[in-house]
Structures are given as C-alpha cells and as structure tokens.
C-alpha cells in the first residue's frame, strides 16, 4: 500500500478527513520550501500538494500565477523541487507528497527520467493539469510503472460520461474542482459540491478531495463534512504573499490559518 491510500485508511480509520495544503514550491524563495513543508505537517497537514512554478498556469488565479513568478523569479527548477522533496524525506518518511502542475516542463525533463527521479525523491502522485487521462495513456503508464498515482480533476462541468472514464484512470484520489473558474475564483456552493460528489461515489471507491473556494475554517468544515479531503490553496499562498520577505511572518501566518481549519474539520 502506497503512501496515499496509507493516509486515507488511517485517517478513515480514525473517523478524520483528510487536510490537504498547497503551496507553489519555490515561492517566495527556494530555500524556504523545505521549512515551509515542514511547518504544513506540524500544523496539520496529511498530505501536501506541491506546485511546480509554470509561466502559464491557466487554471490558476492571480494569487497562485503571482506566487509562480516569485517562485521563478527565484529561478526555481523542477529538478530543484525535487532535491527539497528528497531533503524533506530525510526526516519525514510519512507524510504523501503530491506534484502539482502543468505538462511543460516534465516533457522538457523527459517522461521517464521525471518519473524515475520523482520516485527516487519520495514523490507519491502527480497532478498535471493540462494532461487528461484520454491524451495520456502512455505517459500515464510510465508514471504508475514508477509508483506514482496519477490524480485528475473533476469539475461540476464534468460529464457524468468522462466522469466515468476519469474515475477508471485514476488513482490515489481525485480533486473535485468545487467551483466554475480558475483558483479561488468564487464562493463555493457546498449543497452543489454534495449533490456532485454523490454522483461521483457512484463511479468510484478513490477518495474525493474538495479545492477551490476553501479559505477558512468554516468552509473547510462543511466541505470535509461531505468530502474524504480539504485542500486549501490560494489561501495559504496569500498568506506567503502579504510578507514574502519575512520567513517567521509566514509561517506563524501558516500555521495560524491551518490550525483554524485542521480545529474546525475535527469537531
């Protein structure tokens, strides 16, 4: 059994769901990203979803798109993302980490040497958003050969058909898109997230993670309350961007927002 599905029987098990952060790597500076992961865990974190900083990352809103350029503007590689995975595996053996990003510069790298160093750095599943399973069985096979999951999107837009075929490629578990638009877009309607997820269980016994839209303890509640995970992004990265200078100002701003959302996800 893989890290992920490790996590989900645990956190099953113990009648939780599961808090799933992201942070863009690199951002605001690379030398952060090992202590940034760090302080996720220690605040609650199950899972952490890690961006590769990407000149166009169109499903994102302005927050993550402006944590991308910090990030790059630091000139921050994948390859350097992986070395801090590997650093963080020297003292967290547990915790899944999944990659989140766009197709781009894994082609630059190679299908297999990505997939091979993702392994060998402790990478549990990859997220890519801009590769759908109908365009991807290859490389998809090449990830899974390596031991990676591969974790799609759906979106409300999704049709119950391609819901079905997404559903059958995927693994580890899926990401619910909660709302019409790029990240952190609008108020998200959880009685329709419910209604969508209740579909969803019908095609598939993978969990189901809820993001966009989340940015508070009290929308983290409801949202786990029908969901088997919680992820939360761009309201984390605001948290980078207001002191993006200041290492001790964000992670006491980290830590402050993930304990109010891990507190409210438990009662």
Known sequence: ?????????????????????YITGGDP?????LDLMHTLVESGADIIELGVPFSDPMADGPTIQLACERALEHGTSLRQLLSIVSQFRETN????????????????MGYDAFAKAAKDSGIDGVLMVDMPPEESVDVADIFKSNGLEMIYLLAPTTPPKRAELICAHGSGYLYYVSVKGVTGSAALDVDDVKQNLDRIRTQTDLPLGVGFGIKDG???AKVAKVSDAVI????????????????????????????????????
Not at 1 to 21: S, V, W
Not at 94 to 102: A, D, F, Q, R
């Open 218 to 220: 009290e929308t983290a």
């Open 232 to 267: 939360v992004g761009s309201a984390l990265v605001n948290c980078i961007a207001k002191q993006p200078d200041d290492l001790n100002s964000i992670k006491s701003d980290l830590v402050a927002l993930m304990t109010e959302i891990r507190s409210a996800m438990d009662v």
């Open 29 to 33: 500076k690379p030398d952060w990203t």
């Open 93 to 108: 053996t547990e915790t899944p980490v999944v990659l989140m990003g766009y197709l781009n510069p894994v082609e630059v």
């Open 1 to 21: 059994m893989n890290r992920i599905d490790q996590c989900f029987e645990k956190l099953k098990q113990n009648g939780k769901k599961a808090l799933i952060p």
